[in-house]
């Protein structure tokens, strides 16, 4: 028997949100969400992206996928999805890769719906079917418009049945089309033969075609959990000062001396990290004897007066030799959100900023100044025994 191969075609080039397949919900890449998903799907064997873009290569290899470069002609907004996955079943082929059944993936779909994918793969594989895709059960009425006139579309305009009286129609979702290869090449189109539906619940269901529904996503990102968030596998750790290490409120003297409140569990967490071996460094935008001190005491670098903190992140990663790919960044603020897009692990503490946690691939369920600094250590060095905390919350 071939192998079962997810097709993921991802190009550089999207209109309506540009540079679409890079961009980051839950704090990972769309395209490496799918081929996360993807590959955490029962009866895949091999998971491809077909690219033109470099990056979109890069990301993609990073995260575990097979590279298939996809020429110009089939790369433009004219070129059909089936052009691209026929490309890389040729390319695939022409490495000696027997394949019995595709599923072609989509990006824009952020919350791929991989138990129903594992039963669409495991039907056509069965030959109960020669195709199934993914798609949400409707109830709303369908119109159409007409000249200027409304139209009813499967449904009388002149009654009004309840929703227990009606049959549902279905929505394609665009998550996902799986078919037989054999047949997909004869019919070039993903539809053909017996054609299944696999019914996927309506909160998987978004797919990312304008700004606002990459907003939507990213707002409902914290609802799931699929492994992206879990034990926090870096070798370095960055934190913000204020709002992490306290809890962003200062108390004030008559001659001006600032009073903030740091805590021992944090500390402990800090030193945890140092004696396994994982760089730790403060970056401030303020400069404040006080975070000096705390960091002297802490026993770890501190950068303050950092207005453009992504440069100094950068910077300081390219000094110590750490990729920013294995480097998580705490932060609370809008002050942070360049450097947590910066990193593979951006992570926020519980009550930040919307938008810091609206990046966050990580939300503590600790807030600044309570532990959120101990909650994160934790995590880091669970990656490296393989053992997890009780007290923790999955990002998504």
């Known amino acids: 028997m071939g192998e079962t191969v997810a097709v993921i075609p991802a190009r550089g080039g999207s209109v309506g949100v540009p540079r679409k397949n890079l961009l980051r919900v839950g704090g990972v890449p769309l395209v490496a969400r799918t081929v996360h998903a993807a590959a955490n799907t029962a009866g895949v064997d091999r998971v491809v992206v077909t690219t033109d873009d470099d990056e979109i290569a890069a990301v993609a290899s990073e995260w575990g996928a097979e590279i298939v470069r996809r020429p110009a002609e089939l790369s433009g907004g004219t070129a059909s999805s089936e052009s691209a996955v026929l490309h890389a079943l040729d390319a695939l082929e022409a490495r000696g890769v027997d394949i019995e059944v595709v599923a072609f993936l989509q990006p824009t779909s952020p919350f791929l719906p991989t138990e129903q994918l594992a039963s669409a793969i495991d039907r056509v594989s069965a030959g109960a079917a ?19 006139q ?12 309840r929703r227990q009286e009606r ?23 993903r539809f053909f033969g017996r054609i299944e539906i696999a019914e996927v619940p309506d909160h998987l ?3 990312i075609d304008a700004p606002i529904e990459l907003r939507m996503a990213r707002a409902l990102a914290p609802l799931h959990v ?11 750790v960055v934190t913000d000062f204020d709002g992490v290490h306290t809890d962003d409120t200062a108390s004030v ?6 009073f903030v409140t740091v805590s021992r569990s944090d500390g402990m967490g800090i030193r945890m990290l140092r004696e396994a071996g994982v760089p730790v460094l403060i970056l401030s935008t303020e400069t404040n004897r006080v975070v000096t001190a705390r960091a002297r005491k802490l026993g770890v670098e501190v950068v303050q007066a950092s207005h453009d903190k992504r440069s100094a992140l950068a ?10 790919s294995r480097i998580a960044y705490v932060g609370n603020d809008v002050n942070d959100l360049g450097a947590m897009r910066s990193v593979a692990w951006p992570v926020a503490v519980a009550g930040a900023h919307p938008l810091a946690i609206e990046e966050a691939r990580v939300v503590l369920t600790r807030r600044g100044g309570e532990g959120a600094v101990r909650e994160l250590a934790e995590r ?7 053992t997890r905390t009780t007290n923790e919350e999955e990002r998504v």
């Open 130 to 148: 020669d195709c199934a895709f993914s798609a949400r059960e409707s109830y709303e009425f369908f119109w159409a418009k007409e000249g200027g």
């Open 150 to 161: 409304a139209r009813a579309v499967a449904h009388d305009q002149y009654r009004r049945p």
């Open 167 to 189: 049959d549902p129609m279905y929505v394609e979702t665009g998550a996902f089309y799986v078919f037989e290869a054999e047949g997909f090449r004869a019919a070039g189109y």
């Open 205 to 207: 269901s978004i797919e």
């Open 226 to 236: 699929d492994g992206l968030g879990e034990a926090i596998d870096v070798d370095a």
């Open 253 to 258: 003297t008559a001659d001006g001396t600032e």
């Open 315 to 324: 910077a300081w990663a390219e000094r110590t030799g750490v990729a920013l």
């Open 380 to 386: 880091v060095l669970a990656a490296r025994t393989g």
